[in-house]
């Protein structure tokens, strides 16, 4: 079992609900960055993605793109993401770790480079929402060499390749909920329910868990009713971006929330 499939996986082997939240890396330091992971994992998280600062997020909205920019202002660099991990292996961060970044930021630092580097650290996973599942093999490749798996993203305009892309999926698949780009929204009318059908029609092992625009433990509990997990990214960041350095204790009361309603759906 990998450590992403273990995210989604009960003590007694059987399928559990998990809780991914997203924060951006270096925003507002490294340091707060540091304790945010490790509050998350306290709080109940079972898989954290870690967004890699990229001058272009051309999947985010405009809470995570601001992360972004502040994050670079600091001058917050893909190195200094990977020291990050270490010392949370270190200081014994257990749950597993993704990255959520972009086709350029593997190409600028090398795709076999990033591999071996994110893999050294302590990494799990790769989410890369540029890159569409033709153009899947040239980083999957790589990075499985070195253990690591590329997770897939299915959005409502997929429809028939919806099938295809989850008969290869690796670790999980993301299910982008709603058009558009990343940010915290009132409703979301997406037939989730069709969509997980369809995908566990095509590779029944791999769970799936509902992103973009989930912010309420309600909205939290329905996505993962109706799918394996939920994932919260801006409600989070927006947190972050209010509280500053003292954001820590707020998101993690937050997450503790979320992460309730999200395993007992």
Known sequence: MTSIASAFTA???SRAKAFIPFITCGDPTIGITEELVVALERAGADLIELGIPFSDPTAEGSTIQEANIRALRG????DDVFALVARLRARGVRVPLAFMTYANVL???GLERFAARAAGAG???VILPDVPHEE???FAEPLAAAGLELVSLIAPTSHDRIREIAADAQGFVYIVSSLGVTGVRSRITTDIDAMVALIREANPSVPCAVGFGISTPEQAAMMAASSDGAI???AIVRLVAEH???SVPVVEEYVRRMAEATHQA
Do not use: I, L, Q
């Open 107 to 109: 190409f600028s630092y």
């Open 11 to 13: 003590a007694d082997g």
């Open 136 to 138: 899947k093999p040239e």
């Open 232 to 234: 919260v990214g801006s």
């Open 75 to 78: 001058a917050v660099t893909t």
């Open 244 to 246: 500053g350095k003292g």
């Open 123 to 125: 990494v799990d996973g």
